[in-house]
Every structure is written in C-alpha cells, then in structure tokens.
C-alpha cells in the first residue's frame, strides 16, 4: 500500500500481526481513484484482541470492491496461505479477488514461476500479478488491474489527500512500529501506544510536542522496553521521533513513557481504552 500511495502510511515490520487496524491509502489517478484498505491479517486468534481483529477484517472483506490477497514470492505456500485462501474463496462468488505475489525482488525467476503455478491452484483467482514494492516493479500493473474492478463513482476524496488517518494515529503506530524494531522477537504482540497530546509548543515555532504512552502487559516487559540504563528505550525514541520529523514536516519533542496495563490484551475494558472497540 505505501509503495501504491507513494507514501508512508501504514506501519511495516517482519513480524505477523502487525497491523491493527483499517488504515486507507488513497491513489489519485486521471482515470480512477483507488482507495486501498489496509486490514490486520485474518488468522486463529487467541486473545479477545485477536477476536475483535478477525471481526474487523471480516467486516471489511464485505465493504470493498476487490480484494488484494498477498503471497511472498520467496516462502513455500503453507497451511496459513490455504487457510486465507479458502476464506477468501467463500467471498469470491461476489468480489474479486487478485492474488499478488510479493517480494519479487528477493526471489529468482525460477521461484517466481514456481511461486505464480503454487499460487494458481490454490483458488480461482480473477488475476494474479507478481509486484515488488520495493523496486518499484509491475506496481503500475497491479493498479490497472485493481482499477479494473472497480465499479464506476465519483472520487470519495479531495485530490492529494492520501489518507483518512488521524495524525494521532499515525504518529503512534510510528511509535509502535519502531518499539517493534527494537525489542525484536521478544514480546511484540504486547506493545501498544496511544498518543495522549500533540499540539505546537506555545512561543516557539516549528516545534511540536508529543506526549505519548507505550503500554505492556507484565513489569518483566517494561524492563526489556527499557533497556539496560534506559538505552533502548533511548534508541526507541530516538527512531521514532526521526519517523515523525519526516511525517508532520516540523521538529518534534517526544515524550515517551512506559505504563504496566496487565493482561490488556484479554480486558474489554482496557482494549476500549486503547481504542480497540467491540
């Protein structure tokens, strides 16, 4: 989606799961307007998190005109990829769904031919388009063929607008997106951030503060955010602000604190609070 929109507009990171919300990026065409919906992963989930997730997907799959199922060029189809696809096949009688083989660039063109047949028989797909986002490669390609899906409309939005996100929004999962990078594989479903205020500091211009909370589940993972002497916390911060400098345009102070929310992930309560909603 960032490379479509030719912005930064949604979170990216090695680890499943990422993604959270519906974020939208929007394309601006002479011919069309193209609103990419971005959803967290359909998968079997274990938290009520993970539930509200799934039902937020699901939701979504019935609002859109075409679906983008997307598929690494470079990893074996497995029991994730059937799963997703025989969920998307029940939808496909309706909406069309273009399978997108992914990461091209890191694949050779033995595996990608390998990769589109595997890809083939997995379901009866409308089109199927390798793409590399990253080198820029038949992105142009899979446009046409989403836009050929689209049924005829006025635009849904103002021309240069790239997204509906609150910069809020934005600004915490930026947040987010480098707490991910920097505790690797040690608990990253367990981070969440809301950004409590954003506002420019009265007297000094081109200065904006952001004051924004990083929860945990448990104290053990407070100190693993933290660091030894508070460096990754540091380091956490540090990439973060760089992230939000280039989003809002201006100097950024970045207040980050860490707060113990146990067990948020399973607490109706506390996911409400951090705008996770039934």
Not at 55 to 75: H, K, M, N, Q, Y
Not at 179 to 184: D, I, K, M, N, Y
């Amino acid at each position: 989606m960032n490379a479509l929109v030719g912005t930064k507009v949604a979170i990216t990171s090695s680890r499943p799961q990422t993604t959270r919300r519906v974020i939208r990026g929007i394309v601006h065409r002479p011919d069309a307007q193209l609103i990419i919906v971005d959803t967290p992963g359909l998968h079997r989930p274990r938290t009520l998190l993970g539930e509200r997730l799934d039902s937020l997907v699901r939701s979504t799959l019935t609002e859109v005109d075409v679906i983008g199922f997307c598929i690494p060029a470079t990893d074996q189809i497995g029991p994730g990829d059937k799963y997703l696809a025989a969920e998307l096949a029940g939808l496909a009688t309706r909406t069309p769904v273009v399978a997108i083989v992914t990461k091209t660039d890191q694949a050779s063109p033995d595996q990608i031919a390998a990769q589109l047949a595997a890809v083939a028989e997995l379901g009866d797909w409308a089109d199927i388009v390798p793409v590399s986002a990253q080198a820029g490669f038949q992105l142009d390609v899979l446009a046409d063929v989403l836009v050929s899906h689209l049924p005829p409309g006025r635009p849904l939005y103002p021309d240069g607008e790239l997204t509906d996100e609150p910069e809020q929004l934005l600004v915490a999962e930026l947040i987010r997106e480098a707490a991910l990078e920097g505790v690797r594989d040690e608990l990253p479903h367990s981070i969440a951030v809301v950004v409590d205020e954003m506002a420019p500091r009265a007297g000094r211009d081109g200065l904006i503060d952001v004051y924004a909370v990083m929860y945990v589940e448990r104290p053990s993972q407070k100190a693993i955010v933290i660091g030894p002497k508070g460096a990754r916390l540091k380091a956490v911060g540090t990439q973060a602000r760089r992230q939000i400098e280039a989003l809002l345009g201006s100097q950024v102070y970045l207040d980050l604190r860490i707060k113990v929310a146990k067990n948020w992930q399973r607490d109706p309560k506390q996911l409400r609070r951090l705008g996770f909603y039934d």
